[in-house]
């Protein structure tokens, strides 16, 4: 893909964030171009996460701005980036156990609901016009994501690779113009982690949604990424194509140390 | 029990009931006529958005129409092969129907199937379109398009991934739907011609054997002989109209070309899709599916799933589940035993039914199923019963996609034993069905609208149909009642002095589905003159047994050449012999007075008996049988796990069988 023409969806201008005297991220600036998939990476502690709160707006950076699709987020609240159409994943999964995986799913679109208390508890004709579209789109994601037989399972009696998949179909009810996703293959088997790539690209050649991805594996990295940034004790100290970055010193020195 | 009747000689059975009037001769005659007839009744439903959306006769019709154009306009010709591969889905029943209205055959492919078994396919049947389902099956033909220059294009109906694929020779479904839906304005009623046009004799299917021998041969399967098969079974256990029809054999199956595709224009039947291959179990539940086929691993799947769930339940409903389904088991046995029922557990039953077995049903999804079918395998007679027990009428059934269906049982008979009485074919599509037993044990049938030969090999087809008779390869015997049992392949049959053969096979797997037995080595070559067997008893059930009656017992060897014991397991082996040929019955057995050990060397690491050695080290028990000798004192030597070595002495002895 050639970058060159593509617009600039998220722009991250020299951020920078601290915890008391611990930089976790030092003048870190990034670009993320309409329907490209972008992974950062980095060893432990290198601000990967921290990066991915900020965009999320978890953690108010300390210096430096933020601005998505042409608008300053740097200090909107994290519940206006959602209807500003950014999504995340969590590494840890955040979903209402207790409920089905329709009812996660539908539960994103809560940001998409016009109609108010006095309607939806009257539940008449404008609630359940609006709970029919809103069900059509669940069940376009849960066709997408094929949940189709964990429909109505129950959240908490599902497997781990099953659950990070409902809580990518939450994030896509949320219908985002960007997807930030934390570590989407920790702690999953070699098909999970498969079936998991091959929705991320589905995700970018069907819904042609730009997608922020930390991870782990370089694997999976190297396979599904347009580009790659790599941070290192919170500088950013490399980006660009995957064989690139993979062939990059200082890349290798920050992974494997100096020879 | 049945009484075994006398071999080498030829039934005939004349269906005297109805004789159904034979509505068209051709499947797209039949999808027109029906089409026409039912035109705002539902045809098919497949879940999509999470809700079973129906598909009238009318809107088939029309999907199909679009399609046959469509091929049409592609350059497809009268005679030539489509190809459809993937799961079962309202698409790949319009692409069949499609191509056979333009006079075309049609071949499947199973979705899990592999590029260089997808290319033998392709090649062998001289195909030149193929219609795959998505994705995956559209890659795997992309592999080996190169080695077969005939195919023209590929299309594909799940565009999912299809997105960045550019490349002229694959086409979406719907844009060849497209063009024909513009050829359509231009030609009408060409569709509808060429519908009329198709002959009797004319290729409908090729459906490929499985080639566990040799390479798959493509069996031709002409549209009067799918309908000779359809009538055949609903001449004899008719198929209610708009009965639910769950479609989830793979229609690469000839079974499903005879059921889905035929039958479900005949009856007409509802065809319902399942949305996934995982979903299955909870659509035939959503649907409340009323005729199902399927095979004896799903079916089995099926009984699994109750027993995981009862494992989780609580101690209460566990033991109302064991009084219910022991009343249903007393009741089913019976029946599938085919003797009467003892008032007790006449009188349980209906209770036994309110309070467990309906809900078992329910929770299957099986309550309203009134023709369930299993075929293709022999299935445990504990998986069968499991079914009779809870209230489902599991029938078995036997068929060649050769010849079609041949046997089922029919009426209120569920021998489990057997598979059921002989159809008989309708007039209209040839002479009676006929059957007969070679020499060899062998069933050879002919009749019916007959075996139209395999793709392209003479050969074989000439080895299969020598003399006018079909040669099935299978190995039956009937019974005085005319149900028929399979035995075994014939080529797996072994020969007796006398020259008579048996199938090993077959006694085998019947005597350790005896709880009481855990291994059999069946004995009989050619320089032997009756059939025996050497036993290893299961040492759990049988020593519960032993407690149960308080029998005392010291050691394995001991146990199993105790009298009651010997005498219990010669009541499983006369089980077992009633069902047989007098020439293949075990006229004499051997409870083995130790435990064949994969330790030495007797048994596989998977439990498979080593034949050869097993008879070399009990030869003194072999020749004894062998002698006609009462009892030996047999010496067998014993590596125990620490390494030591030992002597195990015991009497043995040798039964005769009644």
């Known amino acids: ?259 | 029990m049945p009484k075994v009747k006398k071999n080498w000689k030829t039934d005939i059975y004349y269906y005297t009931g109805v004789m159904p009037e034979v509505e068209a001769e051709t499947l797209p005659a039949l999808f027109m006529k029906r089409a026409r007839e039912y035109a705002d009744e539902v045809f098919m439903t497949r879940k999509n958005y999470g809700i079973w959306q129906p598909y009238t006769w009318k809107d088939v019709r029309e999907q199909v129409r679009d399609f046959h154009y469509g091929l049409l306009e592609l350059g497809l010709q009268p005679t030539e092969t489509v190809c459809i591969g993937g799961e079962n889905e309202p698409e790949f029943f319009w692409a069949e129907y499609a191509a056979l209205a333009a006079r075309a055959k049609i071949v499947c492919l199973y979705p899990d199937m592999t590029p260089p078994e997808i290319q033998y396919i392709l090649e062998d049947s001289d195909a030149v379109y193929v219609v795959g389902e998505d994705q995956e099956q559209v890659d795997k033909v992309i592999e080996i398009r190169d080695q077969v220059p005939n195919l023209r294009k590929i299309i594909y109906w799940d565009p999912r991934g299809m997105w960045q694929y550019n490349d002229p020779m694959i086409m979406d479904f719907r844009e060849v739907q497209e063009i024909g839906r513009k050829a359509a304005e231009k030609t009408p009623g060409l569709f509808e011609k060429n519908s009329e046009s198709v002959q009797p004799d004319d290729m409908a299917v090729l459906s490929y054997t499985s080639g566990t021998t040799g390479q798959p041969k493509g069996v031709i399967m002409k549209h009067v002989a799918l309908l000779d098969t359809a009538y055949r079974s609903m001449m004899h256990m008719p198929t209610k109209p708009f009965t639910n029809y769950l479609s989830y054999i793979s229609p690469a199956w000839a079974t499903e070309q005879m059921f889905g595709i035929t039958i479900g224009l005949m009856a007409p039947m509802i065809l319902n899709f399942p949305e996934e291959p995982e979903t299955v179990m909870q659509n035939i539940r959503e649907l409340g599916a009323e005729l199902l086929m399927l095979g004896p691993r799903q079916w089995e799947g099926l009984a699994a799933i109750v027993q995981a769930r009862m494992l989780d339940a609580g101690p209460v409903r566990r033991l109302f589940y064991k009084m219910g389904l022991a009343v249903g088991m007393k009741v089913a046995v019976a029946r599938t035993e085919n003797k009467p029922v003892s008032t007790f557990w006449k009188a349980l039953y209906p209770l036994a039914d309110i309070m467990v077995l309906r809900h078992i049903r329910d929770n299957l999804g099986l309550s309203k199923c009134y023709y369930a079918f299993s075929g293709g395998a022999a299935m445990a007679p504990d998986g069968f019963r499991f079914f009779h027990a809870i209230g489902v009428d599991l029938r078995n059934g036997y068929g060649a996609t050769e010849i079609g269906l041949l046997t089922v049982h029919m009426g209120n008979q569920f021998n489990l034993e057997t598979l059921g009485k002989w159809y008989t074919s309708h007039p209209y599509f040839g002479d009676p069905l006929e059957y007969k037993i070679s020499e060899e044990g062998e069933l050879l049938v002919r009749g019916g609208s007959g075996f139209a030969g395999y793709y392209k090999k003479p050969e074989a087809t000439q080895k299969a149909e020598p003399d006018g008779w079909y040669h099935t390869g299978d190995a039956v015997t009937m019974t005085q009642d005319g149900e028929m049992i399979y035995l075994d392949r014939v080529k797996d049959l072994r020969k007796l002095s006398t020259g008579y053969h048996f199938p090993p096979q077959y006694i085998e797997t019947r005597l350790r589905f005896s709880p009481f037995i855990k291994d059999v080595i069946i004995l009989g070559d050619e320089n032997k003159e009756f059939v025996s067997c050497m036993i290893n008893i299961d040492s759990e059930t049988v020593g519960r047994l032993a407690e149960k009656r308080q029998i005392g017992y010291t050691t394995f060897a001991d146990l199993s050449q105790n009298e009651l014991v010997r005498g219990v397991i010669q009541e499983e082996v006369e089980k077992v012999n009633k069902n047989l040929e007098e020439g293949s019955r075990v006229k004499r057995f051997v409870n083995l007075p130790k435990e064949l050990d994969p330790d030495e060397a007797e048994l596989t690491r998977t439990r498979k008996l080593r034949r050869g050695f097993i008879e070399k080290r009990y030869a003194d028990i072999i020749e004894a049988i062998y002698t006609g000798k009462s009892h030996l004192e047999s010496e067998i030597e014993v590596k125990y796990r620490d390494g030591r070595q030992g002597v195990v002495r015991h009497a043995t002895f040798i039964n005769d069988t009644a």
């Open chain 1, 1 to 259: 893909m050639d970058t060159a023409e593509k617009k600039v969806i998220l722009k991250v201008e020299n951020l920078s964030l601290t915890f008391g005297k611990v930089a976790a991220l030092s003048d870190v600036s990034l670009e993320v171009y309409d329907g490209e998939i972008l992974s950062v990476i980095g060893p432990n502690g290198a601000g990967k996460t921290s990066l991915l709160n900020c965009l999320s707006g978890f953690y108010r950076p300390d210096r430096g701005r933020i601005a998505f699709d042409g608008q300053e987020i740097t200090n909107m609240p994290t519940h206006k980036r959602a209807e500003a159409g950014i999504a995340r994943t969590f590494q840890g999964i955040q979903l209402y156990l207790g409920m089905t995986a329709l009812d996660n799913i539908m539960s994103g679109r809560h940001i998409h609901m016009r109609t108010n208390f006095i309607q939806n508890a009257l539940y008449w004709v404008w609630s359940d016009r609006e709970e029919t579209d809103h069900r059509l789109v669940a069940e376009d994601i849960i066709d997408f994501l094929e949940m189709e037989a964990i429909r109505d399972r129950v959240v908490g009696s599902l497997g781990y690779g099953l659950r990070k998949r409902v809580d990518l179909g939450r994030a896509l009810a949320l219908e985002p113009k960007i997807l930030i996703m934390d570590e989407p293959m920790a702690g999953m088997n070699v098909e999970e982690k498969e079936d998991m790539a091959r929705f991320i690209l589905d995700i970018q050649e069907a819904k042609k949604i730009p997608v922020v991805l930390v991870e782990h594996d370089m694997e999976v990295v190297t396979d599904i990424s347009n580009r790659v940034a790599v941070l290192d004790w919170g500088f950013k100290i490399a980006e660009g194509r995957p064989e690139e970055i993979m062939r990059n010193p200082s890349v290798i020195k920050a992974y494997i140390g100096e020879e």
